[in-house]
């Protein structure tokens, strides 16, 4: 399943250094989708910024600061994310774990420093992968640092799984 | 460009298949515990593949260590089966907590490539090997190619100078480092120790390269010298050498300088380690519990100072002290020098070797608004309970002598 190359959803707007304990708390770990998806909702409550009204758990794009996803590697945390619909990360920066598991999960880690400041919660995003910009409420566009061809090329496979299964493939 | 003896490590280590700037580097070990492994077991079922070198992994169950709930005793129970049936021989079951029972086996040593899946990993660096952090699914990449794939890290020269002070311990020099830089400072980077003075000893070495992931570094490394090779020599009964001729000379795009003799022991407020001021800044907050454990701040050169401090003493009315050795050898080491003995007598409780209290996991998780100053590597928000407790960071010295005080202390108050 690979990546599609426009996505779009509604913004979910978060600050700097959000760390994987507040995001996910640890106490949710667990093999029960369902449970990891209420560790997600517990970690929207505690960082205030859950999106208001109806299922807001449905075509999200996160836009955050700087070292998002900073602290543990408990991949629960990313796989909550893919559980809930996110479909793409936005960030100042990502920290390095974070970074990688979000493409391993086929969820796009884009840079952009500018668009933060300008989403307020709930805002439509639309992100071009092919062009690399992302479009806020069909008039502003940022741009996003182009991804390094390695990350680019696990998305474009759906996740480093699939990106794996090629590789043994000699594709 | 700088990127250290890590570079080195790395370029030495990859296979020639390059992508952007990602090289596809050999691994020469792996560490994965119990929840991390219960993560990858479905996508590796499915692939049907074979790992590829079964002797080149160490599998813990450190974190449901005894399982508290059925949901984690069916994950301990399915982590076991697959140890089994894959005959992994070194599948340790609550022998203590993964970081440590790593640079306590035969396994790694300097010029190495480690990966783990779990963010502490870096702690193995303190040998002088490159080791690093990853999310579950990466770790299922390594098991079944033996290969990752990595960015040679920019490097940071960190020069250590001068005598340790007997108050001052290796948590303090991470919190120094940290509290200078902020929560991503070393954002991606490598950190490379040297011990200028052969004053730090490896104990505080892990317990420093534990840390570097809180600044966001992918991994600290201190430079071998005559402290790592004595280690080594004892743990495995005979000397190692580097394993090409390191000529020791590495290149670094920024450097610090840290003066261990001016260092004071130091205190990371809630919610951050990063949020550092000194240790006698501190006094007047009153803790509930002090957590004296975890990868990194449950060694034997940790509990040691702890049970100085304790000996002959009682906690404070109303303390809870909590004390987990890191590993099983440990806790025996423990009990044979009158660590455990002291503790105890001061009204410690002692946990099994474990994660325990540091993840909130089990044992010791904190109530709403309660207050504990341990001696782990985060203090996160509801980290460790309750998403209005509190958690503030510091050394086994502090962590003891603010059990005694029931509130935080520096140690130079208790220390005689």
């Known amino acids: ?171 | 460009m700088g990127n250290g003896l890590s570079g080195e490590i790395i370029q030495r280590h990859a296979d020639g298949e390059r992508e952007g700037g990602f090289l596809r580097t050999e691994v020469d070990f792996v560490l994965l515990h119990d929840p991390a492994c219960a993560l990858l077991l479905a996508d590796l079922r499915e692939l049907k593949a074979t790992i590829w070198d079964k002797a080149k992994i160490l599998l813990t169950v450190d974190h449901f260590a005894p399982p508290s709930s059925v949901e984690r005793a069916n994950i301990v129970k399915d982590v076991l089966s697959f140890a089994e049936h894959e005959e992994i021989a070194n599948c340790k079951t609550y022998e203590g907590i993964c970081h440590q029972l790593l640079v306590e086996g035969p396994w790694v040593g300097p010029g190495m490539v480690v990966v783990g899946a779990d963010s502490h990993t870096t702690t193995a660096g303190a040998l002088g090997c490159v080791a690093t952090g990853m999310g579950s699914t990466d770790i299922l990449y390594t098991l079944v190619t033996g290969r990752t794939w990595l960015r040679p890290p920019e490097a940071v020269r960190v020069d250590l100078i001068g005598d340790v002070p007997p108050y001052v311990m290796g948590k303090d020099i991470a919190l120094e480092l940290l509290g200078g830089v902020g929560e991503g400072g070393f954002l991606n980077k490598a950190l490379e120790f040297y011990d200028l003075d052969g004053v730090i000893p490896i104990d505080d070495r892990f317990a420093i390269c534990n840390m570097v992931v809180e600044g966001g570094a992918k991994n600290g490394l201190f430079h071998p010298d005559e402290i790592t090779w004595s280690y080594l020599k004892e743990r495995d009964g005979k000397g190692r050498v580097f394993p090409w001729s390191f000529t020791g000379e590495a290149h670094y795009g920024e450097a610090i300088e840290i003066d261990l003799s001016s260092l004071t022991p130091k205190l990371a407020l809630p919610h951050s380690p990063a949020l550092v001021v000194d240790a006698k800044e501190g006094k007047g907050i009153k803790i509930q519990q002090v957590f004296i454990g975890s990868c990194t701040g449950g060694r034997l050169r940790d509990l040691d100072k702890a049970a100085r401090v304790l000996k002959g003493k009682k906690v404070a009315p109303g303390m809870r002290l909590l004390v987990t050795p890191a590993s099983q050898r440990i806790y025996q080491k423990a009990i044979e020098r009158g660590y455990i003995q002291a503790i105890v007598e001061a009204g410690g409780v002692i946990l099994n070797p474990s994660c325990g209290p540091c993840g909130g996991i089990d044992k010791g998780i904190l109530g709403a608004g309660e207050q504990c100053l341990s001696t782990s590597n985060r203090n996160f928000q509801g980290r460790m309970g309750d998403p209005s407790s509190r958690v503030y960071l510091a050394s086994p010295l502090t962590a003891a002598a603010s059990a005694v005080k029931g509130e935080v202390t520096d140690p130079r108050e208790v220390l005689t």
């Open chain 1, 1 to 171: 399943m690979t990546i599609p190359r426009m996505i779009s959803g509604t913004a979910w707007n978060l600050g700097d250094h959000v760390n994987t304990d507040i995001l996910h708390p640890p106490a949710y770990f667990s093999l029960d989708e369902g449970r990891v998806k209420d560790g997600l909702r517990e970690g929207m409550e505690r960082l205030k910024a859950g999106v208001q009204g109806g299922d807001s758990t449905d075509g999200l794009v996160i836009v955050a600061g700087e070292n998002f996803g900073c602290g543990s590697s408990r991949e629960t945390s990313v796989r909550s994310l893919r559980i809930c619909g996110v479909r793409a990360v936005i960030a100042h920066s990502f920290a390095r774990i974070f970074y990688r598991s979000l493409a391993n999960l086929g969820i796009p880690p884009l840079e952009c420093n500018a668009i933060q400041a300008c989403v307020q919660n709930g805002d439509p995003l639309l992100i071009s992968l092919t062009d690399g910009f992302i479009e806020l409420g069909d008039t502003r566009r940022f741009p996003f640092s182009p991804l390094d061809p390695h990350i680019e090329r696990i998305l474009e496979c759906g996740g480093l799984i699939p990106y794996l299964r090629r590789e043994q493939d000699g594709v």
